[in-house]
């Protein structure tokens, strides 16, 4: 069952296009696995397009409805009237089961390139089209541990596969966690399974403590 939700305002941003894309698409992850915020979802669809209506209306430039369709012509996937290519098979186990948006992600990021970072954990940063947020996956092992860190910027994530639990609560498949800075954690993963998460970082985490003065220098930020 989920649990924890993205709050109005976020889904509101995410719903009226204005939320930048690697947050975009955690919370598109979050709706497509979570019925609760796909039915706000809708109806703050639903809102925006009566308000639109409602809107006085604006004589158009002559050629803009072929500039418009132009435009459409050059966005991959459905809006497009093209058949969406399905995303291969999963490399893995833990990411069989991922939400739509993300096979998409993932079909145009294969192979996947998992880069370990301690002995618990693994990352597969992927490439997203954009400069602001670095956008990955994060794999901890079962029953591994994260070491403890803060966040010098925002993090949203969503999780995939298995659950974990930090400072802050418990976090199973479907979950949406945001972190933001000087919120310190430290993530576990439950001993059954591993535990993977996707998630959009607006800058890189810092290690809180002694092993900070040895790994912070080693924790690259790559946002793409
Ligand atoms: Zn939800």
């Not at 290519?85 to 294969?110: E, F, M, W």
Request: charged residues 15%; glycine residues 8%.
């Amino acid at each position: 069952m989920i649990r924890h939700h993205p709050d109005q305002n976020l889904l509101l941003e995410y719903a009226s296009g204005s939320l930048a894309r690697g947050p975009s698409l955690v919370i598109a992850a979050h709706v497509q696995l979570c019925a609760a915020c796909r039915r706000q979802y809708h109806a703050l669809n639903s809102l925006g397009g009566s308000i639109l209506k409602q809107s006085p209306t604006q004589p158009l430039q002559a050629g803009a409805f072929e500039q418009v369709m132009g435009r459409i012509d050059q966005v991959p996937g459905r809006i497009a009237g093209r058949r969406e290519t399905p995303p291969p098979p999963a490399p893995d186990a833990t990411l069989a089961d991922i939400p739509p948006v993300l096979g998409r992600l993932l079909a145009q990021n294969v192979p996947l390139r998992w880069k370990k970072i301690t002995r618990s954990l693994q990352i597969c940063r992927l490439r997203t089209g954009q400069k602001h947020y670095e956008v990955a996956f994060h794999r901890l092992c079962s029953g591994g541990e994260m070491v403890e860190h803060d966040h010098r910027g925002s993090e949203l994530a969503v999780v995939l596969h298995g659950s974990f639990s930090d400072h802050f609560g418990v976090y199973n498949r479907g979950d949406f966690i945001l972190r933001q800075p000087g919120q310190v954690h430290r993530p576990i993963a439950t001993q059954d399974q591993a535990c993977v998460c996707f998630s959009a970082v607006s800058a890189p985490v810092a290690v809180t403590g002694i092993s900070g003065w040895l790994l912070n220098p080693l924790i690259p930020f790559r946002p793409g």
